[in-house]
């Protein structure tokens, strides 16, 4: 159901209040998960459980904004995925720097508490994924609300698999590995988002100044060629 309609076969663009519907619920999942996962990071000691909480947040935030620009301008919508592809760009740059502090300054994290919060926090973006598979595909705001909820499903997953490597090995070396992961893979979403933002911000420059079509000739053109076919016919005589 990726344009939401049977009958529609160009871009989707939102406009579906079923869409909607489970945009809003996506955005509590996020929201209440980025307090979650936030503080459970601060008192397990986990760079990738802190880094996921920041996913959180900002998917909350990004899709408030993906709700506001529906149905407006091919334009001010690119315009708001950009914004959203930079987000993600500056965060996967924080995750990434705050990764290699750690490095240097390494404390022992929990990996019981990161694997639990970790399955806590698969199951919520699991449920944002189930709701939004049908929308994956559309315009460029569509399809930024997608590439971030899949983004925290793969991440929730490597945070598990982080909390076994800790558990493992008595090191801090997986989670920050994960880290690490994890801002690749905002890095890498933010530059599809930008290349399509910027290709469709393109399209609505192109749009905007494509003179419409002069109705009032076409009228008189088509009005005169029809008088001129039933005269043609009204005055047809047989030789």
């Not at 965060?91 to 639990?116: D, I, K, N, Q």
């Not at 905002?186 to 599809?192: A, C, K, M």
């Not at 088509?222 to 030789?239: I, N, Q, V």
Request: net charge negative; glycine share 10%.
């Amino acid at each position: 159901m990726s344009a939401g309609c049977g009958h529609n076969h160009g871009t989707f663009e939102g406009l579906s209040q079923d869409y909607k519907r489970r945009l809003w619920i996506v955005i509590a999942i996020n929201a209440v998960m980025f307090a979650v996962e936030m503080t459970a990071g601060q008192l397990a000691r986990s760079q990738a459980l802190q880094a996921d909480a920041l996913d959180f947040f900002a998917d909350a935030v990004t899709y408030g904004i993906s709700l506001a620009v529906i149905g407006t301008s091919l334009k001010v919508r690119s315009l708001a995925a950009a914004a959203k592809g930079i987000s993600l760009f500056f965060m996967g740059l924080f995750v990434f720097g705050s990764t290699l502090y750690r490095v240097f300054y390494m404390g022992m994290p929990e990996a019981p508490l990161m694997g639990a919060i970790g399955f806590l926090a698969l199951v919520a973006n699991l449920a944002s994924v189930l709701l939004l598979v049908n929308y994956k595909d559309g315009d460029a705001n569509v399809r930024s609300v997608w590439l971030c909820s899949r983004n925290d499903a793969i991440g929730n997953v490597i945070v598990m698999v982080a909390a076994l490597g800790v558990w493992g090995t008595a090191t801090a070396w997986p989670d920050l590995a994960v880290a690490g992961v994890m801002a690749g893979l905002f890095l890498t979403s933010s530059v599809q988002i930008l290349t399509q933002s910027y290709r469709e911000w393109k399209a609505g420059g192109a749009l905007a100044i494509t003179p419409a079509p002069d109705h009032d000739h076409a009228h008189d053109h088509d009005h005169d060629h029809a008088h001129a076919g039933t005269c043609g016919h009204g005055h047809h005589r047989p030789g």
